[in-house]
C-alpha cells in the first residue's frame, strides 16, 4: 500500500444520530446543568410565581409588618438547544481536535423528524508522515470520539459519550477509507460508530429515575448505545497535495 508516501490524513465528522428518547433527556440534562436552579425554579414555581414572592404574599396575608421586597421573576427554560461538539486525537498528535455541530441544522430541531440527527461536517486535515514508528503506535492505538453538549451559559459541558476505532483497521483495509471515493457517492460514505453511554450520563439519568432510559431494539434489554456518528476517512499522497494547489 502506498501509506508510506501519504502526509495527510482527513477525518470528516459527518452527522450523529440519537436514539428518538435520547434527545430530549439529553438537551434537559444540559439545561439543567447550565443552571443549578433550573430544577428548583421548576418545582418551586406555581403559575410563573416564584416561591420567593409567594411567600411575601402569604406573609402580607396574615397582618405581617413586612414589606414585599420586589423580585424578579425567573425566566423560563428556553427552547435553544444545544451545542454539540466531538473531539479527538489522532496519534501522534497530543492536542485534540474540536469540531461543532452546525447551527443551521440547530434551527431546525423542532421539527420531530429530525430531532435526533445532528449535522457536522467538520472536515479536519492531519499532517502525518506513515514512519515505523507512527505505524507502531497506530497498530496498537484506538481514536475515541467524544461527545459534549453545552447549553447557554453552560460554564462545564455535559460529557454525553463517546466511540471509538482501532486505527488498525484503517491501515488493514481501504474499504474503510474514502480514498477513491468522488462526488455522491463519497458524500454518503463514511463508517457508522456507535455512541457509548457516558457514566456520568448514566448516573444522572438515575438520580432522575430514567433506568433503563434505553433499549435495544433487536431484544428488549437494556443498551448504553445512544446512537451513532458518521465518520469518513481518507489518505491523501504529498504529490497530490501539490497538485490540487
Excluded at 443549578?36 to 414555581?45: A, F, M, N, V
Excluded at 411575601?56 to 425566566?75: D, E, F
Excluded at 461538539?85 to 496519534?91: E, N, R
Excluded at 458518521?230 to 497530490?240: M, P
Amino acid at each position: 500500500k502506498y501509506i508510506v508516501q501519504v502526509n495527510y490524513f482527513t477525518v470528516n465528522v459527518k452527522s450523529m444520530t440519537f436514539k428518538p428518547a435520547i434527545y430530549p433527556r439529553v438537551t434537559q440534562i444540559s439545561a439543567r446543568n447550565s443552571n443549578p436552579r433550573w430544577l428548583e425554579h421548576t418545582k418551586g414555581s406555581s403559575k410563573g410565581i416564584s416561591t420567593q414572592q409567594y411567600s411575601n404574599v402569604h406573609a402580607n396575608s396574615l397582618g405581617s409588618k413586612a414589606i414585599p421586597k420586589r423580585t424578579i421573576q425567573s425566566k423560563p427554560t428556553t427552547a435553544t438547544p444545544p451545542t454539540f461538539f466531538i473531539t479527538y486525537s489522532i496519534p501522534p498528535e497530543r492536542e485534540d481536535t474540536n469540531v461543532c455541530s452546525k447551527r443551521a441544522a440547530l434551527e431546525k430541531r423542532h421539527l420531530p423528524q429530525i430531532s435526533n440527527e445532528i449535522t457536522f461536517n467538520g472536515s479536519s486535515k492531519h499532517h502525518i508522515r506513515f514512519n515505523n514508528q507512527v505505524l507502531d503506535s497506530w497498530w496498537i492505538s484506538n481514536v475515541e470520539f467524544k461527545v459534549h453538549c453545552r447549553s447557554l451559559n453552560q460554564r462545564v459541558p455535559t460529557f454525553i459519550g463517546s466511540a471509538s476505532l482501532k486505527l488498525k483497521y484503517l491501515l488493514m483495509n481501504e474499504k474503510y477509507t474514502c480514498d477513491s471515493l468522488t462526488g455522491e457517492e463519497a458524500k454518503n460514505a463514511g463508517m457508522r460508530l456507535p455512541i457509548f453511554a457516558s457514566t456520568s450520563l448514566k448516573q444522572e439519568l438515575k438520580a432522575d429515575g430514567n433506568t433503563p432510559f434505553w433499549t435495544n431494539d433487536q431484544v428488549n434489554s437494556p443498551s448504553e448505545i445512544l446512537g451513532e456518528i458518521l465518520i469518513s476517512f481518507s489518505f491523501a499522497k504529498e504529490t497530490e497535495k501539490q497538485t490540487s494547489r
